[in-house]
């Protein structure tokens, strides 16, 4: 539902569907994002299991007046009143068979691709720690870039709808792609090969992977699933099937690393509580039986148990501080956010986030004698300055929306904060650290929306999205602020250098 078929105008549409059955209007007007079986595209599955708490009138409210910071547009003047609660009333109808998608299934999909041919070192010249990806969701591709001259290596055919930010193994030389639909593809940067893909679940979030590099764990939506994957050829670990103490099912939001304590983090959509799975050989008891779930038979335990972690509040959005001891939660509400002790399973403080702050893409530095954490939000044109020993609020920076996403760089005085949302969209805000005020703001492409920077190797440039179809990724000298080139590409989103992702560079969203 996200858009309409772009030939069609509104008025054209509206009159095909006016006497239309549901199904009719929703292969108009739904189906290109969320799927012609409803199982999820771009956007997520449109069936009951996903949609649990989007009831009646509130399921209707977002077909009519769309969803605030995110594409759902708003179909009130294209579908009348009778058509959206039709409409509505369709997608809360179960559907006549909802595939399983099990370990069975996931290792039937799964795929190594025989003609794939490892080498010894990488095909080209380049700087391996300076290789820079840029996801082309204008056409699903990702283009391989060389960080220094930001020449073109390669370009390459992903999935449909890549979700979330691929991971990097800790060498720099593998990296893993996951699309909406589930699919997780692994492609060898040093041979410029696809590995192979497996579809590790039917609609997905994102991925993370182990600090060790072994195992890749897969956040799904459908089914209520956590799938881990072996990076090794692709073939199931296991899967976990997502449900909280009191045994309801839960969709996953997200799963994040957390290195030091050899674990992944587990953001729940339906359930409030987090979940920590551990993956490492020796998880860390720490007095919390009541808190573990061993999956599987007393005999055979699982090789990742799991700690189930009770909330205050529905957390859908994580940031971690540098010990990975705390996690930071956004509220279900978008009015706020806490503060979670991950060693003794409590809130230990609130935080003062108004606006749906977007925590994922959160970034620190360091900021006099303390650290801070800086986030936009998703409904306020505000980006939040956090102290990180104290959890209280340092500033609120306004900006000329709501944004998205965040970035910086060790070696950078300054931060990049787009304005992703909003009649502004074209533009793009440069923050100094310590004043923390806004310096300059660019506007690279008038009307435009530009989006969403990475960093080289070295923080000396800075690339930022110009994110339309015949969009292009644009280098700026991160010291000058001048342009230096453009590449042109199909709607760029995301960028992502390897030596910043498997350093945790900081500015860098983890």
């Known amino acids: 539902m996200i858009r309409f078929i772009a030939s069609l105008s509104a008025a054209v549409i509206c009159a095909s569907t006016a006497l239309a059955e549901p199904a009719k209007i929703y292969q108009d007007a739904c189906q290109d994002c969320h799927g012609a079986n409803r199982?999820?595209?771009?956007?997520?599955?449109?069936?009951?299991?996903?949609?649990?708490?989007?009831?009646?009138?509130?399921?209707?409210?977002?077909?009519?007046?769309?969803?605030?910071?995110?594409?759902?547009?708003?179909?009130?003047?294209?579908?009348?009143?009778?058509?959206?609660?039709?409409?509505?009333?369709?997608?809360?109808?179960?559907?006549?068979?909802?595939?399983?998608?099990?370990?069975?299934?996931?290792?039937?999909?799964?795929?190594?691709?025989?003609?794939?041919?490892?080498?010894?070192?990488?095909?080209?010249?380049?700087?391996?720690?300076?290789?820079?990806?840029?996801?082309?969701?204008?056409?699903?591709?990702?283009?391989?870039?060389?960080?220094?001259?930001?020449?073109r290596l390669d370009r390459f055919p992903t999935p449909f709808a890549v979700h979330g930010g691929p991971k990097f193994d800790p060498k720099g030389r593998y990296v893993f792609i996951m699309s909406r639909d589930g699919w997780v593809q692994k492609y060898d940067l040093y041979a410029l090969q696809e590995v192979g893909r497996v579809r590790a679940g039917l609609n997905s979030r994102n991925i993370a992977m182990s600090h060790d590099g072994k195992w890749l764990a897969v956040a799904n939506y459908l089914p209520n699933t956590l799938t881990i994957l072996s990076t090794k050829d692709l073939s199931v670990a296991e899967v976990h099937e997502v449900k909280g103490k009191d045994g309801t099912p839960s969709r996953v939001s997200a799963v994040y690393q957390a290195p030091p304590r050899e674990s992944f983090v587990l953001a729940l959509k339906d359930v409030p509580e987090i979940w920590e799975v551990f993956y490492g050989p020796n998880p860390p008891q720490m007095g919390f039986a009541h808190d573990w779930r061993m999956e599987g038979p007393v005999k055979h335990p699982s090789p990742f148990p799991i700690r189930k972690i009770t909330t205050p509040d529905y957390l859908d959005d994580f940031f971690f501080d540098q010990s990975y001891e705390y996690v930071m939660g956004a509220s279900r509400s978008g009015e706020g956010g806490l503060v979670i002790d991950l060693v003794i399973g409590q809130k230990t403080a609130d935080l003062d986030l108004p606006g749906m702050p977007h925590l994922g893409s959160g970034i620190t530095w360091k900021y006099g004698d303390t650290t801070v954490m800086a986030t936009p939000h998703l409904k306020d044109g505000t980006v939040s300055v956090i102290d990180m020993k104290t959890w209280k609020t340092v500033k609120r920076i306004e900006t000329l929306g709501p944004g998205f996403f965040m970035r910086s760089h060790e070696n950078s005085p300054y931060v990049w904060a787009d304005v992703f949302f909003g009649p502004n969209k074209d533009a793009m805000h440069v923050i100094d650290k310590q004043s923390l005020e806004i310096i300059k703001t660019l506007r690279p492409v008038e009307g435009a929306t530009v989006a969403h920077v990475e960093f080289t190797r070295d923080g000396s440039h800075a690339l930022v999205s110009v994110w339309e179809d015949d969009g292009a990724v644009i280098v700026y000298d991160a010291e000058t602020l001048e342009e230096v080139k453009r590449l042109p590409m199909r709607k760029p989103s995301g960028k992502y250098n390897v030596w910043n992702k498997i350093t945790f560079s900081e500015g860098t969203s983890h």
């Not at 959206?84 to 179960?94: G, R, S, V």
């Not at 691709?113 to 010894?120: A, G, I, R, S």
């Open 39 to 151: 199982l999820g595209g771009l956007g997520p599955a449109l069936i009951p299991q996903t949609l649990k708490r989007m009831r009646g009138p509130k399921l209707e409210k977002v077909i009519r007046d769309g969803r605030v910071a995110s594409q759902m547009p708003a179909f009130t003047d294209s579908l009348s009143d009778e058509e959206i609660k039709a409409l509505a009333e369709y997608i809360k109808t179960p559907l006549d068979e909802v595939p399983p998608w099990d370990e069975e299934q996931i290792e039937a999909s799964r795929h190594l691709n025989e003609d794939y041919k490892p080498v010894e070192k990488p095909v080209w010249s380049s700087d391996p720690m300076n290789i820079t990806l840029a996801v082309e969701t204008g056409d699903h591709h990702v283009s391989v870039l060389d960080g220094d001259t930001f020449e």
